[in-house]
């Protein structure tokens, strides 16, 4: 597999990302460990050197089967993962705490459910309005020092933060949601990137899987399933975002692509400093997601995916917007 630069990182131009490995989407059926065991496995034989990860998902179960996967091949890895959304001194999963003493907590915990003494890429998963970007650039700064971080990330951070951070410690990779609906960082922020030299990490890059053509109704979704609460997937912003897919279902049908190839193919035209994390814990996903790898669109594939319309509805709904540095 080709590979791309995060700043000076090298990984896999397709990533693995781990969140559904804690059962996040429920569609995709009951958890089973040894699936997701095999699904990174079977990531690793494809070429994929990239594996993301954060210690919110279940919370930890997904840092826990990263963990079990990657044992006896970790030389093999880029390992991912993010703090900031677990407070440990007393708050719990989704309290956002980026302060020094946090992090410590947060750094020790996800060390050892990774079986590692190092992480190679370590994420502020989101900006914490309490701590100054300063001071939790500084602790990272420190935690690369004694060795247990290589490398420096943001999520869902804004020009000012990202600016600010870097300037304290040298910042890596941002990771945002990017796809062929979702495309307000080709304004200001990626422009930003690579005045800094920062790598891009686009998450979600399959539209939380309606982009992989294989949803035509929320009616499959369980009722936990975030997505049931998600704008572009309700009422008639549903219908009009599956137009989009159909388009990107008939232009992958010219070259015997699958929508979700098509749409990681897209992306990857975007620049060597680009490297998205599609997820899943399923083998014939990681297999097919792989496979885009190999895929060159013509230039008037790119020009008709580049022209297609925006996406219905917002990205968040209004709560997971309002933790989003802007």
Do not use: C
């Not at 230039?299 to 925006?310: F, I, K, S, V």
């Amino acid at each position: 597999m080709k590979h791309a630069h995060l700043g000076s990182l090298d990984v896999s131009r397709i990533g693995l990302g781990a969140m559904t490995m804690a059962g996040t989407y429920t569609t995709e059926g009951p958890v089973d460990d040894s699936e997701s065991i095999r699904t990174i496995h079977r990531a690793l034989a494809l070429g994929v050197t990239h594996i993301d990860t954060a210690e919110i998902y279940g919370p930890f179960h997904s840092e826990d089967v990263v963990g079990q996967a990657i044992k006896g091949r970790r030389d093999q890895v880029v390992v991912a993962t993010k703090f900031g959304m677990v407070s440990h001194a007393g708050g719990g999963p989704g309290v956002i705490d980026s302060s020094a003493a946090n992090m410590r907590a947060a750094v020790e915990g996800s060390l050892q459910r990774l079986g590692t003494d190092h992480i190679d890429l370590y994420y502020q998963h989101r900006v914490d309005p309490n701590t100054q970007i300063e001071e939790t650039a500084q602790a990272v700064a420190e935690l690369i020092a004694e060795g247990k971080v290589l490398h420096f990330g943001l999520s869902e951070a804004s020009p000012d933060t990202i600016r600010r951070a870097h300037a304290v410690q040298p910042v890596s990779a941002l990771q945002t949601e990017y796809s062929l609906w979702t495309r307000h960082v080709e304004e200001e922020i990626l422009p930003l990137l690579r005045e800094l030299g920062i790598g891009f990490v686009p998450y979600s890059p399959l539209g939380h899987g309606l982009l992989t053509g294989q949803i035509r109704t929320i009616d499959d979704f369980a009722d936990d399933d975030w997505r049931k609460t998600n704008p572009r997937f309700t009422g008639d912003n549903f219908t009009r975002n599956l137009a989009i897919v159909d388009e990107v279902t008939a232009i992958g049908a010219e070259i015997g692509a699958t929508p979700a190839q098509t749409t990681l193919a897209w992306i990857l035209s975007r620049g060597d400093d680009i490297a998205p994390i599609p997820g899943t814990r399923r083998v014939a996903r990681v297999e097919e997601n792989t496979a885009a790898d190999t895929i060159d669109l013509t230039a008037d594939q790119l020009d008709r995916l580049n022209a297609l319309r925006p996406a219905a509805g917002a990205r968040h709904n209004d709560e997971n917007m309002a933790v989003i540095d802007r």
